[in-house]
């Protein structure tokens, strides 16, 4: 879950750009990476990241990019994870399928709440040491919404959507998704009208999901099997602790087990929902510390504490010592070298 991470870039990727008038040559080329990616398209993330920067540059603008390869994009292009959305019973089934089934297709990874009249689904990386262009992250939030359009058949839109960067042509944005598109985020969202989910897919195909779900299921499975729980959990949440103190049993939700199953598979890896809990908070909070422009009571919320006090008496129990002391002697030690 790290750089080192290997992704398979979906066949259909090169006709889907061809379609667009763009060679598969040209963007290799300027992403200067081997051609033999073309053929042999396992990569790394940051290749993956140069080749999405590559199409980005050559479509000069964000938005148009994002909106051409979307709605051009032949659903018999889609891979077998995307087809098993693409086939769901409803737009709410779909989306939770892309959830569980995107594990299989890193770097981006899908979180989904749904609270009053509103679904929210938060774009997040697997590296947050390397966030991806701001061109995936758009083709990615687009596509949900495509998503949902071709599979109910209606012209659905979105209530609101949040980008952290620059998109190009925000207008063109707003006309696609059909609401207000708000950058400069403190994350990447989509934020749909809830009752959209119960709206059923006319592409919804049984016989086609009954031969995929259980090959993908076991995709899933293999691969979670190669990362130890203890690793999956602390991810989890690392990326959920601004949210308040994660629950084992959304944690365990979000793993596609029961929390007495992952507290089992905890103890046998020699740990414990609690131990890792502090740990990560303990990890975060050395991280943010050492980052000058947060103050403490923003560190504090990050990791999940409602109040500074909380923080203040965790923090001395773990390092022995106040979070402004340590922050001044590590900056400091930091500026000596």
């Known amino acids: 879950m790290t750089s080192h991470t290997r992704i398979k870039i979906p066949a259909g990727f090169w006709a889907g750009l061809l379609q667009l008038g763009i060679s598969a040559n040209d963007v290799v080329r300027k992403a200067r990476l081997p051609l033999t990616i073309i053929t042999e398209p396992v990569v790394t993330t940051a290749q993956y990241f140069a080749i999405w920067q590559a199409y980005s540059e050559i479509m000069d603008d964000t938005a148009k990019g994002i909106i051409q390869l979307t709605t051009g994009f032949e659903t018999a292009h889609y891979p077998p994870t995307v087809l098993a959305t693409y086939h769901a019973r409803d737009y709410r089934d779909a989306l939770k399928r892309m959830v569980r089934y995107k594990q299989l297709c890193p770097p981006e990874s899908l979180r989904i709440t749904e609270e009053d009249e509103h679904c929210t689904i938060e774009l997040d990386w697997l590296d947050t040491e390397q966030p991806g262009p701001p061109m995936l992250v758009g083709i990615t939030l687009a596509f949900l919404m495509e998503l949902g359009r071709r599979g109910t058949g209606q012209p659905l839109t979105a209530k609101l959507v949040e980008f952290s960067h620059s998109m190009g042509d925000v207008q063109a944005l707003e006309a696609y998704f059909g609401c207000r598109i708000r950058i400069g985020a ?14 059923p897919f006319v592409s919804y195909n049984a016989e086609l999901l009954e031969i995929l779900t259980p090959v993908l299921d076991q995709s899933l499975d293999e691969q979670q099997r190669s990362h130890s729980i203890t690793e999956m959990v602390m991810w989890i949440m690392k990326r959920s602790l601004t949210g308040g103190r994660p629950e084992i049993q959304t944690i365990a939700s979000e793993l596609g087990m029961s929390d007495r199953t992952l507290q089992r598979r905890l103890t046998d890896e020699g740990t414990s929902f609690k131990h890792l809990l502090t740990k990560v908070r303990h990890e975060q909070a050395r991280e943010y510390l050492a980052d000058p422009s947060l103050d403490i009571k923003e560190v ?5 504490y409602e109040d500074q006090n909380s923080f203040y008496r965790a923090f001395r129990l773990w390092e022995g010592n106040t979070p402004s002391n340590w922050r001044t002697e590590h900056l400091g030690a930091n500026s000596i070298h």
Do not use: M
């Open 186 to 199: 403190n994350g990447n969202r989509l934020t749909l009208h809830r009752e959209d989910l119960d709206r």
């Open 300 to 304: 504090a919320f990050l990791i999940g």
